[in-house]
């Protein structure tokens, strides 16, 4: 079968040059959205008066079979023609002879691929949002069977202060729900026609553009052709959003893999979700967590890659745009793997709470005690330095906040008094945060109950 351009060529394509520039292997993932597009395609052309009834008939059946072999294996790729769009129309020709040919009419490959990949996302977006949901459901459930487990939150890694453990898995459910609003927010973007703007200029039949959106479920329709053919801010978008998730998700990761090992001991990990070393038996690695973190910098890489390919391009199309597809691809795979092993590990970790809750306790209840000064009346760079010396005076002894009599609170400052000692209990340090977004019982509550509502739980 000769090339689909082969009219103003006298040799053949060099070997090398055509496996070098083929995208057949990956871009056939667009293969249904492509399909898809050819018949809203073969429609609009009617439409125009470009093809008879009998030929949109006979294109249509065509095009069902032939999406009917894809799915069952039939359909044979041929590299030597190059990407997806011609394997298809190709495939197309050799069954139903010239009107195949008729196929490409009013369209160039440069309005197809963007229509293909903006298809691809939207399908692969509600499918992510879908995740991200399920992800922030698995965290709001572990808030609330959590809510009554104190641990210590950290700053530089150092304990600070007391917090319910339902603050700390909604915290990260916050991050997912700005990453899904982007997402959400990234669909808008995607959620526009672009076929019709042919190869750059526009196209010279009388297609209706409007007609071909509501035909393929777009929203819009876009308003210049050179934007719609050369740019792929999109994708770089759709890889933001990927690369910010996969960062929520490394550090969600990094302090579960911390809270996993014997130093910290906060979590117990099913057996079934960790693998064993195969020198060392007693270890059990936190792996799925390790890969999570680890395939960040895919995500990072695929985002930097598109947008160092796209920077320089003089307008419009070139063919360095063929590069956003393995980026996108990969990006799409990674991060549906990632969010559904996030899943699996909350949905199985289990929190060790006397551990935590011990380390809630002693200097980590150290501010308030300074704060209890600063109620009295002391300026609270003098409770700081007081509360500072009582903290040294107790390393030195080895002993714990919590051992402290009421004299020798005293020793320290006479403006203690018994109710001091009320506040060497992480729980009751914890409830006093009440502000708006703090971490007492009180707040948390409502916190999970506004959640449930937007979750529809
Ligand atoms: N495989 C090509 C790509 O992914 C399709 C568009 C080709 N257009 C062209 N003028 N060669 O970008």
């Given at each position: 079968m000769s090339k689909l351009w082969s009219g103003r060529f006298s040799e053949d394509t060099d070997a090398?040059?055509?496996?070098?520039?083929?995208?057949?292997?990956?871009?056939?993932?667009?293969?249904?959205?492509?399909?898809?597009?050819?018949?809203?395609?073969?429609?609009?052309?009617?439409?125009?008066?470009?093809?008879?009834?009998?030929?949109?008939?006979?294109?249509?059946?065509?095009?069902?079979?032939?999406?009917?072999?894809?799915?069952?294996?039939?359909?044979?790729?041929?590299?030597?023609?190059?990407d997806v769009h011609m394997n298809l129309e190709a495939l197309l020709t050799e069954r139903l002879g010239d009107v195949g040919?008729?196929?490409?009419?009013?369209?160039?490959?440069?309005?197809?691929?963007?229509?293909?990949?903006?298809?691809?996302?939207?399908?692969?977006?509600?499918?992510?949002?879908?995740?991200?949901?399920?992800?922030?459901?698995?965290?709001?459930?572990?808030?609330?069977?959590?809510?009554?487990?104190?641990?210590?939150?950290?700053?530089?890694?150092?304990?600070?202060?007391?917090?319910r453990l339902a603050h700390y898995f909604l915290a990260f459910r916050e991050m997912f729900l700005k990453d899904s609003e982007r997402f959400a927010d990234a669909y808008r973007r995607i959620d526009e026609l672009t076929l019709g703007s042919g190869a750059v200029a526009g196209v010279d039949f009388p297609l209706d553009r409007f007609f071909t959106a509501s035909e393929l479920g777009f929203n819009r329709v876009s308003r210049n052709s050179m934007y719609a053919t050369a740019d792929r801010d999109f994708i770089a978008e759709f890889l933001f959003c990927c690369a910010c998730t996969g960062m929520h998700l490394s550090r969600l990761s990094e302090?579960?893999?911390?809270?996993?090992?014997?130093?910290?001991?906060?979590?117990?990990?099913?057996?079934?979700?960790?693998?064993?070393?195969?020198i060392m038996p007693q270890k059990k690695n936190p792996d799925v967590l390790e890969l999570i973190r680890g395939k960040t910098g895919r995500l990072y890489g695929n985002l930097i890659a598109l947008m160092t390919t796209v920077k320089a391009l003089p307008m419009s199309y070139n063919r360095d745009l063929q590069e956003d597809k393995e980026p996108l691809f990969d990006s799409v795979r990674t991060l549906k793997g990632s969010l559904s092993g996030m899943i699996k590990v909350l949905k199985g970790l289990r929190p060790k709470s006397e551990v935590m809750e011990r380390n809630a306790g002693n200097f980590v209840l150290i501010t308030d005690v300074a704060n209890f000064l600063v109620d009295k009346g002391v300026p609270f760079r003098r409770a700081h330095e007081i509360a500072g010396r009582i903290v040294a005076y107790l390393i030195d002894r080895s002993r714990r906040l919590e051992d402290m009599s009421l004299e020798e609170f005293k020793m320290f400052s006479e403006d203690f008094d018994e109710s001091v000692l009320e506040l060497l209990n992480p729980q009751v340090v914890a409830d006093r945060r009440k502000t708006f977004g703090g971490t007492s019982k009180e707040r948390l509550l409502e916190a999970i109950e506004a959640a449930k509502l937007e979750e529809g739980v």
């Open positions: 090398f040059v055509e496996e070098f520039t083929q995208s057949v292997s990956f871009d056939r993932e667009l293969a249904y959205e492509d399909i898809e597009q050819d018949i809203a395609h073969v429609k609009t052309l009617f439409k125009a008066g470009v093809i008879s009834e009998e030929e949109k008939e006979k294109l249509i059946k065509g095009l069902l079979d032939l999406k009917k072999d894809i799915e069952e294996g039939k359909v044979e790729w041929k590299s030597r023609l190059e040919g008729k196929l490409h009419t009013g369209r160039s490959r440069n309005d197809q691929i963007t229509t293909d990949e903006r298809l691809y996302l939207k399908k692969q977006l509600r499918g992510i949002l879908s995740l991200l949901k399920q992800l922030r459901i698995t965290l709001l459930d572990l808030a609330q069977k959590h809510i009554d487990v104190l641990l210590p939150s950290y700053t530089h890694l150092q304990r600070a202060q007391p917090i302090d579960l893999i911390l809270w996993a090992s014997e130093e910290f001991g906060y979590i117990e990990l099913p057996d079934k979700l960790c693998t064993g070393s195969s």
